[in-house]
């Protein structure tokens, strides 16, 4: 570890699919603490040994602390390396040299203690994620031709089905075919809450089932699932460094070898014009004042460790960058579809005209829609129960659809394909409140109009709320059309919302928000949000399982769909980034002190080996802080259904400036917070009858 403190050695590979996660080591099962602990009672002994004999023991726990660093500094010299361990050893070997054996003990002693709490703090923060392997059963029920076996997650292929009894870890990603049941899904989302599934469902390897039992189409391997993708990129995200980190390491790299030509330079200076002995005793006391272990671990430690809590939560950090970015965040800029809202339109409202019932508007409304694709259809036919399909059914691009139910005419789409008549105010009501309308038609009569929403998560405002009294601005990006954005924007308690934007408009934005206010973090879901997340300071791709453009170009991601993991994540990273900036100043005062002081012969080589290490343990401690969860909590149940009913009337949204046709839109929006039907899921466009842009 002597090395690896420093960064010079090679990064560790990220676990396989199939490995098994060792668990982390009790203290006393560390190998350096043991040799410490050896050490330190050789050197008591002798310390109560006359003569020889007190040589004898010092020389003998010098041997053992000594063996936790010198095997691999020697390794590392051979290629090349220079590491603290080597200071440490030349020191060792310089006071043993000039018969202080004694004081050579006392560092192999206390360095050897650094080493081991080092891999021990390490092994620790990793400890969490590497687990996350053990999640997979040992084994999984398949059927294959006919016959039901059991069988290694590391045999599943694409297309088996797997079987899934209550009570068990389901082995990897896949869909459900048949069954239905609830998911604890914490191990991948965070989230406490189960999740109920049926067919069609999307589920992920290490999810608990619950009480029903389950058919999954496999749809990724083992070595591929999300958990196997998860623990990966962690890995690799520990890799990249971020700012602090290189700062580092910066200094680290280069102290030493500057170690070693200032000791030899006080050795040989002090030599010409005083004692040589008491000067190359000075330089080695030197050597050890100046490693640079502490400064070098100051920032990766708190790293691993802010990470490992992170991931444990549901907001995986690709690194000390995304740490340390995430921290700094002025403004957040937030996407609408899937982001803000759920990305699953739903009939939120149906208004008859005069002598007809919203039983009677629904059910021409489904027999036109029956088969098509799009969106809005979809959420049409969710509304009701039973779909008898229309005859010769036709699409009016950009209009709606026509076709024939019960043997007469019928039509449906947008506002000025069917005419409104009575119900034009009702249609601006709705189209103010963010709506999509479409006017039914029957037999050359309207029958009424079908409202369908893009709902907004319900936890949003509480989202946005938690990031003001952080202190940061929050702003919306969407590529939908200006009265639904004003309405999401409302209901969410944004003000500040940019409107009918391309993904160049929205990367634009972004930059423009960083020179104007300060650091920008990005949060989106889809392959139009990609070039604003990767051009943002921070982005966040909301959902980690989602949209792999999203994920990719992301520096942080939410794995599930609570956002007020949003706010968390970022209390989270500025109190990991205060630890961080703690660290360094801590290790570079420690080198600043004591290197004058031993230099100038006011600290003794045990006083500095004594204190050095003392500090060493303090950073490490101290960075192992910035792996509490106590700004990453749990949050409570929201209480809201995935059905609004579908006659509950919905008020206007707030008063906007007027808005130009051409071009992104801004818009300025009173605080006030629109009533919205609960738990929907959001959609982009919702089809070719309703005519907005999508997002």
């Given at each position: ?11 560790t590979?990220a676990?396989?699919a199939?490995e ?34 007190a040589t ?10 000594a ?12 290629k ?11 020191a ?7 018969g202080e054996?004694?004081?050579a ?11 081991g709490?080092?891999g021990?703090?390490?092994a ?8 996350l392997?053990d ?11 006919g ?13 088996d089905?797997?079987?899934?009894k ?7 990603d896949g ?5 239905r049941s609830a ?11 189960p999740?109920?599934?049926g ?7 290490g999810?608990?089932?619950?009480a029903?039992a ?16 998860l ?24 102290l ?5 030509v200032?000791?030899?330079a ?5 030599s010409i014009?005083?004692d ?17 272990c502490a400064f070098?671990l100051s ?26 970015a ?5 403004v957040?800029?937030?996407d ?8 699953e339109?739903?009939?939120?409202e149906i208004?008859?005209?005069?002598g ?20 809005l259809?979809a ?23 026509t076709g024939?139910v ?13 005419e409104?008549g ?10 103010d ?9 029957h037999d050359?009569?309207l029958l009424?109009?079908?409202?369908v ?21 929050v702003v ?8 639904t954005?004003?309405?999401?924007g409302?209901?969410?308690g944004?003000?500040?919302?940019r ?6 408009d ?11 206010h ?7 879901d889809?392959?139009n ?16 399982m989602?949209s792999d ?6 520096d ?5 769909e609570?956002l007020?993991?949003l ?7 500025r ?11 801590l ?8 290197v004058?002081?031993a230099a ?6 045990a006083?500095v080996v004594?204190?050095?290490e ?15 969860k ?5 949050h409570p ?7 609004a ?9 707030a ?8 071009g992104?839109v ?19 466009c919702?089809g070719?009858s309703?005519?907005?842009d999508?997002?």
């Amino acid at each position: 570890m002597a090395d690896a403190c420093c960064g010079t050695d090679a990064p560790t590979p990220a676990p396989s699919a199939t490995e098994p996660a060792a668990p982390p080591s009790a203290v006393w099962q560390v190998r350096e603490l043991q040799a410490a602990a050896l050490s330190g009672v050789l050197l008591g002994i002798s310390l109560l040994l006359p003569g020889t004999w007190a040589t004898v023991g010092a020389l003998a726990a010098l041997a053992v602390g000594a063996a936790t660093f010198v095997p691999g500094t020697l390794r590392g010299l051979a290629k090349g390396r220079l590491g603290v361990g080597l200071l440490m050893t030349i020191a060792a070997a310089g006071a043993v040299a000039l018969g202080e054996h004694g004081e050579a003990a006392t560092l192999a002693f206390l360095f050897s203690i650094a080493e081991g709490l080092e891999g021990y703090a390490v092994a620790r923060t990793r400890h969490g994620l590497r687990a996350l392997l053990d999640l997979v059963p040992a084994t999984a029920t398949v059927r294959r031709g006919g016959l039901e076996q059991e069988i290694a997650p590391a045999e599943l292929r694409v297309g088996d089905t797997l079987l899934v009894k209550p009570g068990e870890r389901i082995a990897t990603d896949g869909t459900v075919a048949s069954g239905r049941s609830a998911l604890d899904t914490s191990v991948v989302t965070g989230e406490s809450v189960p999740v109920e599934v049926g067919p069609g469902t999307e589920v992920f390897a290490g999810c608990v089932n619950g009480a029903g039992a389950l058919e999954i189409t496999v749809t990724a391997t083992a070595e591929d699932n999300s958990l196997a993708r998860l623990v990966h990129t962690v890995h690799e995200a520990q890799e990249r460094k971020g700012t602090g980190q290189r700062l580092a390491e910066r200094f680290a790299k280069p102290l030493v070898p500057g170690v070693l030509v200032l000791a030899a330079a006080i050795a040989a200076l002090g030599s010409i014009f005083g004692d040589p002995g008491v000067w190359i005793e000075r330089s080695l006391v030197v050597l050890v004042a100046a490693a640079p272990c502490a400064f070098a671990l100051s920032v990766p430690v708190a790293v691993v460790a802010a990470i490992g809590a992170a991931s444990k939560a549901g907001v995986l950090l690709k690194g000390g960058a995304a740490v340390e970015a995430l921290g700094k965040v002025r403004v957040v800029a937030l996407d609408k579809t899937g982001t803000l809202t759920r990305n699953e339109p739903a009939v939120i409202e149906i208004v008859p005209t005069d002598g007809h019932t919203r039983a009677h508007v629904l059910a021409v409304a489904v027999a036109l829609e029956a088969r098509s694709e799009h969106p809005l259809a979809a959420a049409v036919l969710a509304a009701a129960d039973t779909t008898v399909p229309a005859d010769d059914v036709k699409a009016v691009p950009g209009n709606g659809l026509t076709g024939t139910v019960a043997g007469r005419p019928a039509r449906l789409g947008k506002p000025g394909f069917v005419e409104p008549g009575p119900l034009t105010d009702d249609v601006l009501r709705l189209q103010d409140a963010g709506a999509t309308v479409v006017l039914v038609e029957h037999d050359g009569r309207l029958l009424g109009a079908v409202a369908v929403r893009d709902e907004i998560r319900p936890e949003a405002a509480d989202a946005v709320r938690a990031l003001h009294r952080q202190g940061v601005r929050v702003v919306m990006l969407t590529g939908d059309n200006a009265r639904t954005a004003a309405a999401i924007g409302a209901a969410a308690g944004i003000e500040d919302i940019r409107a009918e934007l391309l993904p160049e408009d929205k990367a634009r934005i972004v930059t423009e928000l960083r020179a104007a206010h300060g650091p920008v973090a990005m949060v989106g879901d889809g392959i139009n949000d990609a070039p604003a997340l990767a051009t943002a300071d921070s982005g966040i791709a909301m959902g980690a399982m989602g949209s792999d453009v999203a994920i990719e170009a992301a520096d942080t991601a939410l794995m599930g769909e609570d956002l007020r993991r949003l706010p968390d994540a970022l209390a989270h990273t500025r109190a990991a980034r205060r630890i961080l900036t703690q660290n360094l100043l801590l290790s570079g005062a420690i080198l600043v002190a004591l290197v004058p002081l031993a230099a100038t012969g006011i600290l003794g080589l045990a006083a500095v080996v004594a204190s050095h290490e003392l500090a060493e343990v303090l950073v490490i401690g101290n960075g192992i802080r910035a792996g509490r969860k106590r700004l990453l909590p749990a949050h409570p149940l929201l209480r809201t259904s995935r059905t609004a009913p579908a006659t509950a009337p919905l008020p206007t949204a707030a008063t906007a400036k007027p808005v130009s046709a051409a071009g992104p839109v801004l818009l300025s929006l009173t605080p006030s917070v629109l009533a919205t039907a609960p738990g929907q899921k959001s959609g982009g466009c919702c089809g070719a009858s309703c005519g907005c842009d999508g997002d």
